[in-house]
């Protein structure tokens, strides 16, 4: 057999392995039967209205505390494609795609940008992406802004006095 398949054996091995320790030990933690209907059981018996609303308040607290600014919401959809993107290509299943795409990682000879291999520069092209993708969340739109304590406690104190 090839070594792909090997390889590809091996990863389904130990990936059935995780689901099924954390299948068991789940099983496992779990005391009763009641610990299973709990979780289906809010399904079946949703919260009450006067726990809605104070959901509803709390989330709506957080929001305009530490939320998104209104300027800015109509970006978050970029936000999350870029995130994904970054996820899915930067160290994700299809950073593979980066192993043979500028060169062949057996030949150095092949190792054409800066005589480094293809996933070294894949590699360095999203870690510059991802702290392209950094800033954005954090600065352009707003995410790492300190809150004051002013504006924390008068809104606080809309919501819940």
Same mark, same amino acid.
């Given at each position: 057999m090839d070594a792909k398949i090997y390889w590809l054996l091996a990863f389904v091995g130990f990936y059935w392995y995780y689901c099924i320790f954390w299948g068991i030990k789940g099983a496992i933690t779990s005391k009763t039967s009641e610990d299973y209907f709990v979780g289906f059981g809010s399904y079946f018996f949703p919260d009450s209205d006067q726990k809605n609303l104070d959901k509803e308040k709390r989330h709506a607290f957080l929001s305009?505390?530490? =939320?998104?600014?209104?300027?800015?919401?109509?970006l978050v959809p970029l936000a999350y494609c870029l995130v994904?993107?970054?996820?899915?290509?930067?160290?994700g299943p299809f950073a593979m795609i980066g192993n043979t795409l500028f060169s062949d990682p057996n030949i150095?000879?092949?190792w054409a940008p800066f005589?480094?291999?293809?996933?070294?520069?894949?590699q360095l092209v999203f870690l510059f992406f991802g702290?392209?993708?950094?800033?954005?969340?954090?600065?352009?739109? =707003?995410f790492s802004q300190p809150i004051s304590s002013k504006k924390l406690e008068s809104t606080f104190n809309n919501y819940f006095k």
């Open positions: 305009e505390v530490a =939320g998104v600014p209104e300027s800015k919401k109509k994904i993107f970054w996820f899915l290509f930067g160290f150095p000879a092949t005589n480094l291999p293809s996933i070294w520069i894949w702290i392209f993708v950094m800033w954005f969340l954090a600065f352009y739109m =707003g």
